[in-house]
T-cell receptor, first 111, second 111 residues
Framework: NAGVTQTPKFRILKIGQSMTLQCTQDMNHNYMYWYRQDPGMGLKLIYYSVGAGITDKGEVPNGYNVSRSTTEDFPLRLELAAPSQTSVYFC??????????FGNGTRLTVT | EDQVTQSPEALRLQEGESSSLNCSYTVSGLRGLFWYRQDPGKGPEFLFTLYSAGEEKEKERLKATLTKKESFLHITAPKPEDSATYLCAVQAGGGYNKLIFGAGTRLAVHP
């Protein structure tokens, strides 16, 4: 099992550019989450999904979009990148009543 | 307002010098408290879940305890490989979309 895989590992964007952060899991987990981690702050939930076709906003959804067309994949889309979106992004997945499994993150810089 | 505070922000220990990390929380309807370890450039890795006051969990040199207001992660005779950031998270009812993370404690263990 690869677990949760995130790509790319690093990315530099110019203000106003778009990109998609990829996340895939091979554990057949229904629940998937996107977090951002900023220095000195706890992980903040951006969006989550409880199954294919179902997504919902977390604490900090502005500037992001998600889709969940399959159980395995949960991509995060940034449409118009802003410096405030410079962060490390983590994808996580779980089945009911088990702890979160995290990917190794995407470090994004917007300049 | 639900809140999780970890202290200290950073801790430097000599190898073999035992210590404790603190996670204090204010939350209505605690469903669980989680400890994660995060190595540089990696995603958080699950350590423990605690559900009720008085509960304790152990793994190698780590022991987690829980009261109604806080949790401690005790590290006994640490080794350099225990160096990492330790994250605490509280599930405030519902599913993991209600998970609140602390900012973490950066632990450095020197030989």
């Amino acid at each position: 099992n690869a677990g949760v895989t995130q790509t790319p590992k690093f990315r530099i964007l110019k203000i106003g550019q778009s990109m998609t952060l990829q996340c895939t899991q091979d554990m057949n987990h229904n629940y998937m989450y996107w977090y951002r981690q900023d220095p000195g702050m706890g992980l903040k939930l951006i969006y989550y999904s409880v199954g294919a076709g179902i997504t919902d906003k977390g604490e900090v959804p502005n500037g992001y979009n998600v889709s969940r067309s399959t159980t395995e994949d949960f991509p995060l889309r940034l449409e118009l990148a802003a410096p405030s979106q410079t962060s490390v992004y983590f994808c996580a997945s779980t089945s009911r009543d088990s702890p979160l499994h995290f990917g190794n993150g995407t470090r994004l810089t917007v300049t | 307002e639900d809140q999780v505070t970890q202290s200290p922000e950073a801790l430097r220990l000599q190898e073999g010098e035992s210590s404790s990390l603190n996670c204090s929380y204010t939350v209505s309807g605690l469903r669980g408290l989680f400890w994660y370890r995060q190595d540089p450039g990696k995603g958080p890795e699950f350590l423990f879940t605690l559900y009720s006051a008085g509960e304790e969990k152990e793994k190698e040199r780590l022991k987690a305890t829980l009261t109604k207001k806080e949790s401690f992660l005790h590290i006994t005779a640490p080794k350099p490989e225990d160096s990492a950031t330790y994250l605490c998270a509280v599930q405030a009812g519902g599913g993991y979309n209600k998970l609140i993370f602390g900012a973490g404690t950066r632990l450095a263990v020197h030989p």
